[in-house]
Nanobody, 127 residues
Framework: QVQLVESGGGLVQAGGSLRLSCAASGSPLGVYGLGWFRQAPGKEREFIASINSSGRDTSYADSVKGRFTISRDNAKNELYLQMNSLKPEDTAVYYC????????????????????WGQGTQVTVSS
C-alpha cells in the first residue's frame, strides 16, 4: 500500500501563497487518483481539489477555484497544491489522500472515495 506525508504548511499573511507537497512511498502514484482535503476548527473535513491518476483532469471546490492549483509529478511520486491569494478562512489542517483508481477527478470529490490518507499539515493565514 501507499504511504502519504504532507509538508509545506505554515503561517502566511492574507494574500500570500504557500505550496503544499505530498510525498508518497511504498507504491507508485501513477495508478492512484489523488486529492486534497482540509479541516478547520469546528468544521467537517472539506474537499478542496482532486486529480486523476495521469494528471490529465482536475476538479476544484468552488471556494478555491482560481486561487488553488493541484498538480502531480508521478516520476517524483509527489502531489502538490499551489495556494495563492490566501484568506483567513483557508486556515485548516490540509490532508492529501489517494485512491487506487483510474476514474476521473470529478468522481473523487468526496472523502469516502479515498483509501489512503496523510497525517495533515497545518496552514494558518493571518489577517
Amino acid at each position: 500500500q501507499v504511504q502519504l506525508v504532507e509538508s509545506g504548511g505554515g503561517l502566511v499573511q492574507a494574500g500570500g501563497s504557500l505550496r503544499l507537497s505530498c510525498a508518497a512511498s511504498g507504491s507508485p502514484l501513477g495508478v492512484y487518483g489523488l486529492g486534497w482535503f482540509r479541516q478547520a476548527p469546528g468544521k467537517e473535513r472539506e474537499f478542496i481539489a482532486s486529480i486523476n491518476s495521469s494528471g490529465r483532469d482536475t476538479s476544484y471546490a468552488d471556494s478555491v477555484k482560481g486561487r488553488f492549483t493541484i498538480s502531480r509529478d508521478n516520476a517524483k511520486n509527489e502531489l502538490y497544491l499551489q495556494m495563492n491569494s490566501l484568506k483567513p478562512e483557508d486556515t485548516a489542517v490540509y490532508y492529501c489522500a489517494g485512491a487506487l483508481t483510474l476514474i476521473s477527478s470529478m468522481f473523487l470529490t468526496t472523502a469516502s472515495k479515498y483509501d489512503y490518507w496523510g497525517q495533515g499539515t497545518q496552514v494558518t493565514v493571518s489577517s
